[in-house]
């Protein structure tokens, strides 16, 4: 009953939330190398640009850059605070600034981006494609955080597949003998059906529903 009316609470629930999911998408990220959504991936992407791995001999090879990213968590979440109360109001208007003025600034400066990383047009064709492609998705009501998550893992797959494929001299038997890749496709593939079965079921619910609103 006191929704839209200010509560603090439901403000801060939000807003812990978003701080705690962010943070702890930190941990499988640097402790197995593994990102949980797309801006993880995008984070893993660069730290490899930098040479960095994200894995359990990250802790190891370097822990001076692993105890320097915490501690800016930590100091983050200060600034955060000292930022936010006095100048809140400040961001609420922000808020106000129509979504058509937005747009053209921030892809203006994705292209720039994506120009000033190799001095290539192409790499800016590449970034409007993609921009295209990813539209499409969305008016398709397709994820786009998994296009991301391929993007960013798809060369560390390839990597593996070859270092795999050279162990076993060519042979694809490899991925099906040894106990943990099996268990490991048992499970990718059960997850893609999972996900297929649950999306139709919700097709057929929202159908169902809507039939008897009609009805």
């Not at 978003?18 to 190398?33: D, E, K, Y």
């Not at 930590?74 to 600034?79: D, F, L």
């Not at 048992?186 to 159908?207: D, E, F, N, P, Y």
Request: net charge positive; proline share 7%.
């Amino acid at each position: 009953e006191r929704f839209g009316s200010g509560a603090i609470e439901g403000v801060a629930a939000a807003e812990g939330a978003n701080n705690a999911a962010v943070n702890g998408a930190m941990v499988p990220l640097l402790s197995l190398g593994i990102p949980v959504s797309a801006p993880m991936a995008v984070l893993i992407g660069a730290f490899m640009i930098h040479g960095l791995r994200p894995g359990p001999l990250l802790f190891d090879k370097n822990p001076d850059f692993v105890w320097a990213l915490i501690a800016s968590m930590y100091i983050g979440n200060v600034i955060l605070l000292v930022l936010n109360l006095p100048l809140v109001g400040l961001w609420t208007q922000l808020l106000r600034v129509p979504y058509p003025y937005l747009a053209p600034g921030i892809l203006v400066l994705c292209l720039l981006g994506a120009y000033g990383i190799r001095s290539s047009f192409f790499d800016v064709g590449v970034a409007f494609a993609m921009g295209l492609i990813g539209y499409a998705m969305r008016k398709l009501d397709y994820p786009t955080a998994p296009v991301v998550l391929a993007l960013i893992l798809s060369p560390m797959l390839e990597d593996s597949l070859r270092q795999s494929l050279t162990i076993s001299k060519g042979n694809l038997a490899i991925f099906v003998t040894r106990p943990i890749s099996l268990v490991l496709l048992i499970l990718a593939a059960a997850s893609v059906v999972l996900s297929l079965l649950a999306r139709q079921r919700g097709s057929r619910a929202a159908k169902a529903f809507a039939g008897e609103e009609k009805g």
